[in-house]
Each structure stands twice: as structure tokens, then as C-alpha cells.
């Protein structure tokens, strides 16, 4: 229970009283202790018992006081599917989790979920629970934690001869004041103090300012705490032996599971703490060969006028359009000659359609309309990635079999009457893959395995949308960034 101050120990003691017929009394309870970190930290989690699995990497954050918690996804897909990634983030929210110092709640600091594991048979919602669980009190054993408690913002009035009693008093304390305000006869002090220093002293005020000072008080959050060494021996938390808020993981050996204690399972992880770390390097990759592409978009009339259809016309006189400094291009590092020659990017495109959700619905109302938009998009993928790209589709669906149609440099195939796009897509596959890097976009399991014995490379639905997406988002920061600079 949390009460504040004597006024409110009073009237809940009339209530009880009143409501009851029962006389109780308080004592002088203690203060409500919380707890961050100073530095940021990584955390992981294992719980795998027999007939269960599940583990969750988070890295921990702090943030500025007042803040409370936050929770943040920042795992791809691709690592960890998005219905198990929902679920540890509803996970890190239910809970009070308790810090290491004094077990109390933590708190001013962002979780945010880097990787995990699940397995298709064995892993149940619980698994994710205790996983996470483990992952984020694996985190605080590893990090600077700090003890914080709580604050009151104050207003002192006194008479102006017991001002240097007061200051005194309030600097003992640990309090932070402002400049006293003084009229002569009267003086007004305003600041903040710890509540485990300040709750009792308007006893002290009354006394020597002979019931002439007046002392009042309001909840100002919680900061650094002052006596924290004092306070954590006081309390004497064991965080080892808290069994209920583990820091240990659980994995299976020769049928049975085990504890691996907190400073020893990050060798045990079955995914590598590298793994968050390489998004971040994918997502910088990303943005490199967006700027590579604007700057080639404006050397090539035709891509540019794809580029401009789907990201807009770029906001500066054209002969300055991404000029790039003498210097820096003498300085730029040659990329690397490709031996096995231009990449081939294979579209399974009606597989593409009916994957992702937005051309399913697009379908639904009109397929040729799917279709363009499919073509549209892929089209400017296309130039930004650099690549000879085919989209297949089969015959059946449309009007006229047996062509092929241009878009821009995308070559757009309908198959045979009675060829599906599978047949030709593991042909021409068979091909280029002799000469050339050849990737292949399906969600088809059976065809990414077919292809895959002819030396191609292959790309879910859902990796290929991401690409797509990712180049997109790329592109436009990229041209706000140059508009943004013509601007100022």
C-alpha cells in the first residue's frame, strides 16, 4: 500500500474504523524503492525442458528520468516469425520485473527484442514467457544497475530568521533548492528532496520556527537515490537466491533438462548475439545502394522516369542533380568485377500476388490491375538493385499466351497455353544459372527446392517484400534528405 504522509494514514485509519468497527495502526512504513540502468546491456533467455523450447535476446536501454518503460521490436521476420514476436513484447508487458539491487520494479529504460528461436513442434506460448522472463533479469545481472526513490517538490515558508537553520537542514538532506525568497520578515524556499528525508520534517519545522513555518509537499518521480548503499544493505536482496526472478537459462541434455547458470549461458545460446547487430549493418547496406541507385536513376533517362513515377521528381536543377566531388570519386573504392556475370532475379508472379496482402485484395477486384502494380513496383526495385529481372506469369489467366512484354528494362512473361510458370521459371533457372547469379522469388516450397538443385538461389514472397520495401523506404529518406538541403 502506498500512502503519503500522515494525512492520509489518518483518514484511512477513519475509514477502516468507520467502515469495519476496527482500531489499526501504522507504522512508519518504508519507501518504494525503483531501479534502472546506467549503460546499455544485452540479455538472453533459454528455457527448454523436455518437449519445450523457446529464446528470447533483448538489449536494454536507459532513458531519461521520468520515462517509464518502453518495448520495441527490432528482430527481422526472417529470424523469428511475427506472431512469436507479439508475443514476447505482450510478455515484457504484463509483468512487474524486478531489479537486482533491491528487487524493486524497474523502471526509465527501453527492451527492445533483438532475436529469438522457436520451434516448429515443441515450442508453446508459456516456453516464450519463461524465455523472456530469464532474458530481461539476465540483462540487469549483466548491467550498471542504479537505485532510484522517489522525490518530493517542496515549498518551505519560514521566518526569515530560521532561513539558515533551513538551508542547512535541506543541504543535509541531499535536497536541491532554489535561490530563498525573503521579504524581510518572511522567506520562501522551493526545490526538491528525497521523500526518506523529507516525510518527517515538518515535525522539525513546527518546532523551531514555533508553528510559524509551513511545510508543503508533492510527488516529483523518482531520481538517483541518495544513501543507496545504505538502502541496499538494509534490504539485503540475494538475487541468486530468487528463485520466482531468474537470471538462469534451462537447456536439454540427453533427454532431460538443466540449469546453466546466468554468467555462463550466452555460450549455450543456440542464436548468436551478432545476430541484431548484423540488421543494423543490412539496414546500412541498404541505404548505401538506395544513394548508388538515385545517382544512376539520374545518368539513365528511361530508369529515371521510373524512379520519378514512384518516388516523385527530385527537387534541384538537373546538372546538379547528385554531383559528386572530383575527390570523393577519385577516393571511392572500385566494387569488385562479378565473374559469373549480370544476377538474374526470377519472379514467380502470380505466387508474389496472391502473398502479399495488399495485391491479394488488389486482386479480389481486378487481377490486370494486380498485375500492373506488381510490375510497377518491381520495376523500380529492379534499377535500384541492379539486376536483369523476369516476372512470369502463367498463360491461363490472361488473354493472350505466349509473350513476352517489356517494362521499361523488366522483361514481363506469359507462359505457354500449357506451360506453367513453374515449368519455365525452372528452365530458364537450369540456363543462366551456367553464367550468371540467378534468384529465384517464390514461396512455392516445392519449386525453391527444384531450383535450388540447379544452382540458383532462392527468395520467399516475404523476403522479397521486405527487399522491396526496405529499397523504397531507402530511396525516399534519401531524396527528403536532398529536398530538405535545397530548402535551407
Known amino acids: 500500500?502506498?500512502?503519503?504522509?500522515?494525512?492520509?494514514?489518518?483518514?484511512?485509519?477513519?475509514?477502516?474504523?468507520?467502515?469495519?468497527?476496527?482500531?489499526?495502526?501504522?507504522?512508519?512504513?518504508?519507501?518504494?524503492?525503483?531501479?534502472?540502468?546506467?549503460?546499455?546491456?544485452?540479455?538472453?533467455?533459454?528455457?527448454?525442458?523436455?518437449?519445450?523450447?523457446?529464446?528470447?535476446?533483448?538489449?536494454?536501454?536507459?532513458?531519461?528520468?521520468?520515462?517509464?518503460?518502453?518495448?520495441?521490436?527490432?528482430?527481422?521476420?526472417d529470424i523469428l516469425g511475427r506472431n512469436w514476436q507479439r508475443l514476447i513484447l505482450t510478455h515484457l508487458k504484463e509483468r512487474t520485473h524486478r531489479g537486482v539491487l533491491t528487487c524493486s520494479p524497474i523502471t526509465d529504460m527501453r527492451i527492445t527484442l533483438t532475436a529469438g528461436?522457436?520451434?516448429?513442434?515443441?515450442?508453446?506460448?508459456?516456453?516464450?514467457?519463461?524465455?523472456?522472463?530469464?532474458a530481461v533479469r539476465q540483462g540487469l545481472r549483466k548491467a550498471k544497475s542504479v537505485l532510484l526513490e522517489p522525490y518530493y517538490a517542496f515549498r518551505l515558508e519560514i521566518p526569515s530568521q530560521n532561513l539558515g537553520r533551513a538551508l542547512n537542514d535541506l543541504d543535509r538532506m541531499g535536497a536541491r533548492t532554489e535561490p530563498p525568497d525573503s521579504d524581510g520578515e518572511n522567506a520562501v524556499i522551493t526545490g526538491t528532496a528525497p521523500v526518506s528525508k523529507l516525510r518527517f520534517y515538518h515535525t522539525d519545522v513546527a518546532g523551531y520556527t514555533k508553528g510559524l513555518g509551513r511545510l508543503t509537499c508533492r510527488a516529483a518521480g523518482y531520481d538517483i537515490c541518495h544513501e543507496a548503499e545504505a538502502a541496499i544493505a538494509e534490504i539485503a536482496y540475494d538475487p541468486d537466491s530468487d528463485t520466482r526472478n531468474s537470471a538462469d537459462s534451462v537447456f536439454c541434455s540427453h533427454g532431460a533438462g538443466h540449469i546453466i547458470p546466468w554468467d555462463e549461458a550466452d555460450e549455450y545460446m543456440h542464436v548468436s548475439p551478432e545476430t541484431g547487430r548484423r540488421q543494423y549493418q543490412q539496414a546500412e547496406e541498404v541505404r548505401t545502394r538506395a544513394v548508388d541507385f538515385v545517382r544512376r536513376a539520374v545518368a539513365d533517362e528511361e530508369l529515371m522516369a521510373i524512379f520519378e513515377r514512384t518516388y516523385g521528381a527530385i527537387g534541384r536543377k538537373k546538372r546538379y542533380?547528385?554531383?559528386?566531388?572530383?575527390?570523393?570519386?577519385?577516393?571511392?573504392?572500385?566494387?569488385?568485377?562479378?565473374?559469373?556475370?549480370?544476377?538474374?532475379?526470377?519472379?514467380?508472379?502470380?505466387?508474389?500476388?496472391?502473398?502479399?496482402?495488399?495485391?491479394?485484395?488488389?486482386?479480389?477486384?481486378?487481377?490486370?490491375?494486380?498485375?500492373?502494380?506488381?510490375?510497377?513496383?518491381?520495376?523500380?526495385?529492379?534499377?535500384?538493385?541492379?539486376?536483369?529481372?523476369?516476372?512470369?506469369?502463367?498463360?491461363?489467366?490472361?488473354?493472350?499466351?505466349?509473350?513476352?512484354?517489356?517494362?521499361?528494362?523488366?522483361?514481363?512473361?506469359?507462359?505457354?497455353?500449357?506451360?506453367?510458370?513453374?515449368?519455365?521459371?525452372?528452365?530458364?533457372?537450369?540456363?543462366?544459372?551456367?553464367?550468371?547469379?540467378?534468384?529465384?522469388?517464390?514461396?512455392?516450397?516445392?519449386?525453391?527446392?527444384?531450383i535450388m538443385g540447379s544452382g540458383a538461389r532462392r527468395m520467399s514472397a516475404s523476403d522479397l517484400r521486405y527487399e522491396v520495401e526496405a529499397s523504397e523506404r531507402a530511396v525516399r529518406e534519401y531524396i527528403e534528405k536532398l529536398n530538405s538541403k535545397k530548402l535551407r
Open 1 to 77: 500500500m502506498a500512502l503519503m504522509g500522515e494525512v492520509q494514514a489518518e483518514v484511512l485509519r477513519r475509514i477502516v474504523s468507520e467502515r469495519f468497527g476496527m482500531d489499526i495502526e501504522l507504522g512508519e512504513g518504508r519507501i518504494s524503492y525503483r531501479e534502472t540502468i546506467a549503460e546499455p546491456a544485452e540479455g538472453a533467455g533459454h528455457f527448454e525442458p523436455l518437449r519445450h523450447y523457446a529464446e528470447v535476446h533483448l538489449r536494454l536501454e536507459p532513458l531519461p528520468r521520468g520515462s517509464g518503460l518502453e518495448f520495441y521490436s527490432d528482430c527481422s521476420e
Open 117 to 134: 528461436r522457436a520451434h516448429i513442434k515443441h515450442t508453446e506460448g508459456g516456453d516464450f514467457r519463461q524465455a523472456t522472463y530469464r
Open 321 to 450: 542533380a547528385m554531383r559528386t566531388p572530383k575527390e570523393a570519386e577519385k577516393s571511392r573504392a572500385k566494387p569488385r568485377p562479378v565473374p559469373t556475370g549480370p544476377e538474374y532475379l526470377l519472379v514467380d508472379g502470380y505466387n508474389i500476388i496472391f502473398a502479399w496482402d495488399d495485391l491479394k485484395k488488389l486482386a479480389d477486384k481486378s487481377l490486370d490491375l494486380a498485375r500492373s502494380q506488381l510490375v510497377n513496383r518491381l520495376s523500380s526495385f529492379q534499377g535500384y538493385r541492379g539486376c536483369e529481372l523476369i516476372i512470369v506469369f502463367d498463360a491461363y489467366r490472361v488473354k493472350e499466351p505466349e509473350h513476352i512484354d517489356t517494362a521499361g528494362s523488366v522483361s514481363v512473361v506469359y507462359t505457354k497455353e500449357a506451360e506453367t510458370a513453374d515449368t519455365y521459371i525452372e528452365r530458364t533457372a537450369h540456363k543462366l544459372a551456367k553464367e550468371h547469379r540467378v534468384t529465384v522469388a517464390t514461396s512455392d516450397g516445392l519449386e525453391q527446392v527444384i
